[in-house]
């Protein structure tokens, strides 16, 4: 059975950072390129970041480039998006997604506000 459980969402105040985790199982974790995307209320879910299958390619929205950090460890079959310098529009629920050929999966998704 597939699964993709993300963690590590919470409350934080602006110019605070969080580190998001997904732990993957059921498939072979290190074959599929990774991405976290994120939806705020009323708005279309959107890419933030995404790592290729070996992690040595990752790209991310312009919103976000120089403040957030995609990696993955094979080994413990994890993602991470490390989150700094936080801002109130990053305020959203952000789902992990692995791809691989036809195969497509993703995480119920962990609710991150930014907030004073």
């Known amino acids: 059975q597939v699964q993709l459980v993300e963690s590590g969402g919470g409350l934080v105040q602006p110019g605070g950072s969080l580190r998001l985790s997904c732990a993957a199982s059921?498939?072979?974790?290190?074959?599929?390129?990774m991405r976290w995307h994120r939806q705020a209320p009323g708005k279309e879910r959107e890419l933030v970041a995404a790592?290729?299958?070996?992690?040595?390619?990752?790209n991310y929205a312009d919103s976000v480039k120089g403040r957030f950090t995609i990696s993955r460890d094979i080994a413990k079959r994890t993602l991470y998006l490390q989150m700094n310098s936080l801002k109130p529009e990053d305020t959203a629920v952000y789902y992990c997604?692995?791809?691989?050929?036809?195969?497509?999966?993703w995480g119920q998704g962990t609710q991150v506000t930014v907030s004073s």
């Open positions: 059921g498939f072979t974790f290190s074959a599929y390129a």
């Open positions: 790592i290729s299958s070996a992690g040595g390619t990752t």
């Open positions: 997604n692995a791809r691989w050929a036809s195969y497509d999966y």
